[in-house]
């Protein structure tokens, strides 16, 4: 399928855009590349593969919630000023 004038102006019409003279051209070879581009993907044979829903199978895989302590939470907790455990401690803002 070519893109021509009379092509572009119906697309022009159903999309509501007006589109300048001197682009004119280059949006009718950028359509025309889309196009031809669609075209090589419709002669690929797929008769072969099943549909993929999605690209995963069997579902999320999911990593396990291990803890990993290291050193750098203790030398950031030993710099700061106040904390409990491995949390930091702030002076209450709000009665």
Sequence with gaps: ????EKLLNK????SALK??????????NELSEIVN???KLNTLDLSQNEVAISTL?????????DE???EVVENVLKNSPYH?????SVPKIIE
Aim: aromatic share 8%.
């Design 1 to 4: 399928m070519q893109i021509d």
């Design 11 to 14: 697309l022009e019409k159903l």
């Design 19 to 28: 589109i300048n003279e001197e682009k004119r051209q280059s949006v009718i």
């Design 37 to 39: 581009f669609v075209d």
């Design 57 to 65: 199978k069997g579902g999320t895989p999911l990593r396990t919630d």
């Design 68 to 70: 990993k302590t290291s």
């Design 84 to 88: 409990e455990g491995k949390f930091f």
